[in-house]
């Protein structure tokens, strides 16, 4: 079956019910998504399906043919890890690439979120704790969206003459 992923085509040999984290790590080589509890619960292996943060251990290769996934390796450079080295957010640094797959499908869907939208929308696990550095690290893009989105807005209006 197919899969497109990261914005490539590739052709994939499984059982339609294996789990496509299997295939990322196993098949392709794509072990920036990681395993944890297999089980939906802790978020380490979190990938983009269409946009949407989803766990990549409850997901289906067959399911997954239907859309466009995108792994850490796509997304990668991208400014949540500038603000992750900033803020030194990771520990041990397991849950990581999962908790920045979370984080950057919250801001692409809201850019510069409050606290309650990042705490109800981040369900990770960090064994390690890092919830106040991962917060910090989001608003630190966040506020950068912010401005540009005012710099922006000011930039039009100035040459709207
Ligand atoms: S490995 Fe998928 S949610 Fe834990
Ligand atoms: S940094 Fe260690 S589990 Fe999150």
């Given at each position: 079956m197919k899969l497109k992923i990261n914005g490539q085509s590739y052709d994939v040999d499984a059982?339609?019910?294996?789990?496509l984290l299997w295939v990322l790590r196993?098949?392709?080589?794509?072990?920036?998504?990681k395993f944890g509890c297999?089980?939906?619960?802790?978020?380490?292996c979190t990938v983009h399906f269409d946009g949407k943060a989803m766990r990549s251990c409850l997901l289906p290769v067959v399911s997954a043919g239907s859309g466009e996934i995108t792994t850490i390796e796509g997304i990668t450079p991208h400014p949540l890890q500038a603000a992750w080295i900033e803020e030194q957010v990771?520990?041990?640094?397991?849950?990581q690439s999962g908790q920045l797959m979370a984080a950057a499908a919250l801001l692409e869907q809201i850019p510069n979120p409050s606290d309650a939208q990042i705490n109800s929308t981040m369900t990770n696990i960090c064994r390690c704790a890092t919830y106040d550095r991962i917060r910090k690290g989001i608003k630190r893009v966040a506020a950068d969206n912010a401005s540009a989105t005012a710099s922006n807005t000011t930039d039009t209006t100035g040459g709207a003459e």
């Open positions: 059982e339609p019910e294996t789990p196993e098949q392709l080589g794509m072990t920036g998504t297999g089980i939906g619960q802790c978020g380490a990771p520990q041990c640094g397991y849950c």
